[in-house]
Nanobody, 118 residues
Framework: QVQLQESGPGLVKPSQTLSLTCTVS??????????WSWIRQPPGKGLEWIGY???????YYSPSLKSRTCITRDPTKNQFTLQLSSVTPEDTAVYYC??????????WGQGTQVTVSS
């Protein structure tokens, strides 16, 4: 059973960089065919896909967030990390990590609330 767990600060100040880590157990992030995504849900809105890191290490980001997003990984810890720079209150959301296949997200973390406020 694959499990994902998000961790990181729950409060970030405007203009700073949001940094979250997803720790994966029950499966390797370098296993062939999988993608590892970050997704968020602002209050009262739908899910928004942020980007992914492929098992090969390549990345792809949402065009609307690309200029502020960086996803990296540490295979030795079986973790992948989201960094979102220059945050504003509009980046306040529940942030999720998930595993993707060609058929969509099949495993999700429980989500972590991040609030951007001074």
């Amino acid at each position: 059973q694959v499990q994902l767990q998000e961790s990181g600060p729950g409060l970030v100040k405007p203009s700073q960089t949001l940094s979250l880590t997803c720790t994966v157990s029950g499966g390797s992030i370098t296993t062939n065919s999988y993608y590892w995504s970050w997704i968020r849900q602002p209050p009262g809105k739908g899910l928004e896909w942020i980007g992914y890191i492929h098992y090969s290490g390549s990345t792809y980001y949402s065009p609307s967030l690309k200029s502020r997003t960086c996803i990296t990984r540490d295979p030795t810890k079986n973790q992948f990390t989201l960094q979102l720079s220059s945050v504003t209150p509009e980046d306040t959301a529940v942030y999720y990590c998930a595993r993707d296949t060609d058929h969509g997200h099949d495993y999700w973390g429980q989500g972590t609330q991040v609030t951007v406020s001074s």
